[in-house]
C-alpha cells in the first residue's frame, strides 16, 4: 500500500479558490531496538497536523497538548483510559514484532525502528471519508505484501482489512469530529498571514513569502497584468510554523525582465475566510540582502552611511593594532 498525500491546494479547471475543508486524524506508533537515551515505545495522535498528545514508555501515560484537550479528557476519562491501554498493548506488539523483521531481512543486532501509521481524513461539505494504514521499518515504507508475508496468513489479512476499513470509516472519523468540535477555537479559526518579498541576489528569484496564516489551505500564485503564470514560477511546500501557523513561498524568475516592468507582476494569496491579498511587485518594497537601496532584511531602507561605518571600524581596528605592537616592543625592552 503506498503512503497517500495528505491535502494538496485546490485546483479546479484552471480557476484556484479554496472552498471546503477536509479534516484529518492521525496516530504514529513507533517501536525501537537498540537506541539509548530514547523511550522503547512513542505513540503520538495528530489532529490536522496539530499534536494533541503523546504516549511514551518512560512516563507510561498520555501527555496531552491544549487545553481543550484537557476538557476532552475531563469529558471523556473512562476513554483516555481505554487508549492509553490501548498504547500499552501496541507496545508489547510491536516490540515483539521487530524481532520477526530484522530475521525476514537477515539483520542480528543494531539500531532498529518499527513504525504504524492510522490515517482518517473527513470533507465536511460532501461529507466524504477516506483513511488507511501504514507500514515502516528503518526509516523505509513496508509494503503490505511484505507486512502479510511476515506476519499474517492471506485469510487473516482478509479479515483485518475488512475490519480496519469500519474503523477508519466509523471509529476514526467519529472521534476526529468529536477533537474538531473541542478544538473548534483553534482549528477553524482564520488567521490572515504576513506577506514579504524577498529576493537574495541581483539574479536570484523574487520570492513571495507568506507566513502566520491559518489554516494551511492556501493557494499563492504570480500573475501578470492579470493573468496567471505558470513559467518560470517555482511552488514551495506549504510548512508549518512553531506557533501551529503555516508559511509558503513562491519564486518567480524575472532574468529576463526589465527592471521597469516589474510593476506588471503581482502576488496573489487566497486564503478561505478572508479576502484576497494581492501584492504589487514594486521594486522598492522589494527585501534585499544586497544593493544600497532597498528595504533590508530588518525591514528598514538600506542608506549610503553604510560604506563609511566599514572604513571607520578599519581605521580603528588598525589603530588598535598599531598600539599593540608599541606596548610590545615597550614590554620587550
Known amino acids: 500500500m503506498e503512503m497517500k498525500a495528505l491535502i494538496g491546494l485546490l485546483l479546479l479547471a484552471g480557476c484556484h479558490g479554496v472552498?471546503?475543508?477536509?479534516?484529518?486524524?492521525k496516530y504514529t506508533l513507533t517501536a525501537s531496538s537498540g537506541v539509548s537515551n530514547f523511550p522503547e515505545f512513542v505513540a503520538v495522535g495528530m489532529l490536522n497536523e496539530l499534536q494533541m498528545g503523546c504516549y511514551d514508555t518512560n512516563s507510561q501515560k498520555i501527555e496531552l497538548n491544549h487545553s481543550w484537550m484537557d476538557q476532552w479528557a475531563r469529558d471523556y476519562p473512562?476513554?483516555?483510559?481505554?487508549?492509553?491501554?490501548?498504547?500499552?498493548?501496541?507496545?508489547?506488539?510491536?516490540?515483539?514484532?521487530?524481532?520477526?523483521?530484522?530475521?525476514?531481512?537477515?539483520?542480528?543486532g543494531g539500531v532498529h525502528t518499527y513504525q504504524c501509521m492510522y490515517f482518517c481524513e473527513w470533507d465536511d461539505e460532501d461529507?466524504?471519508?477516506?483513511?488507511?494504514?501504514?507500514?515502516?521499518y528503518d526509516g523505509e515504507d513496508l509494503d503490505m505484501k511484505t507486512w502479510i508475508r511476515i506476519f499474517l496468513p492471506q485469510v487473516e489479512w482478509d479479515e483485518a482489512d475488512r475490519a480496519f476499513g469500519g474503523y477508519?470509516?466509523?471509529?476514526?472519523?467519529?472521534?476526529?469530529?468529536?477533537?474538531?468540535?473541542?478544538?473548534?477555537?483553534?482549528l477553524q479559526r482564520t488567521e490572515r498571514p504576513e506577506v514579504s518579498l524577498l529576493q537574495r541576489s541581483p539574479s536570484s528569484p523574487v520570492v513571495c513569502h507568506s507566513?502566520?496564516?491559518?489554516?494551511d489551505k492556501v493557494v499563492v500564485f504570480w500573475r501578470r497584468d492579470g493573468e496567471e503564470l505558470y513559467e518560470h514560477v517555482d511552488h514551495g511546500d506549504v510548512l508549518p510554523n512553531p506557533d501551529g501557523t503555516f508559511q509558503v513561498s513562491v519564486d518567480l524568475d524575472l532574468a529576463s525582465?526589465?527592471?521597469?516592468?516589474?510593476?506588471?507582476?503581482?502576488?496573489?494569496?487566497?486564503?478561505?475566510?478572508?479576502?484576497?491579498?494581492?501584492?504589487?511587485?514594486?521594486?522598492?518594497?522589494?527585501?534585499?540582502?544586497?544593493?544600497?537601496?532597498?528595504?533590508?532584511?530588518?525591514?528598514?531602507?538600506?542608506?549610503?552611511?553604510?560604506?563609511?561605518?566599514?572604513?571607520?571600524?578599519?581605521?580603528?581596528?588598525?589603530?588598535?593594532?598599531?598600539?599593540?605592537?608599541?606596548?610590545?616592543?615597550?614590554?620587550?625592552?
Open 19 to 25: 472552498s471546503s475543508e477536509i479534516y484529518s486524524l
Open 257 to 333: 525582465v526589465p527592471r521597469e516592468d516589474w510593476r506588471r507582476y503581482e502576488c496573489v494569496i487566497q486564503l478561505k475566510g478572508i479576502e484576497d491579498i494581492f501584492i504589487l511587485l514594486d521594486p522598492a518594497l522589494v527585501r534585499t540582502n544586497w544593493g544600497k537601496t532597498g528595504p533590508g532584511r530588518d525591514g528598514g531602507v538600506k542608506s549610503e552611511i553604510t560604506t563609511p561605518i566599514i572604513i571607520v571600524c578599519v581605521v580603528l581596528l588598525l589603530a588598535a593594532v598599531a598600539a599593540g605592537v608599541i606596548v610590545y616592543k615597550k614590554r620587550k625592552r
Open 78 to 108: 473512562d476513554v483516555l483510559k481505554e487508549i492509553t491501554s490501548r498504547a500499552q498493548g501496541y507496545y508489547r506488539e510491536m516490540k515483539a514484532d521487530i524481532e520477526p523483521l530484522k530475521k525476514h531481512f537477515k539483520q542480528t
Open 168 to 186: 477508519f470509516t466509523g471509529e476514526c472519523v467519529y472521534w476526529l469530529k468529536k477533537y474538531l468540535a473541542y478544538g473548534k477555537s483553534t
Open 127 to 136: 461529507n466524504a471519508t477516506d483513511g488507511y494504514e501504514q507500514y515502516g
Open 211 to 215: 507566513t502566520g496564516f491559518y489554516p
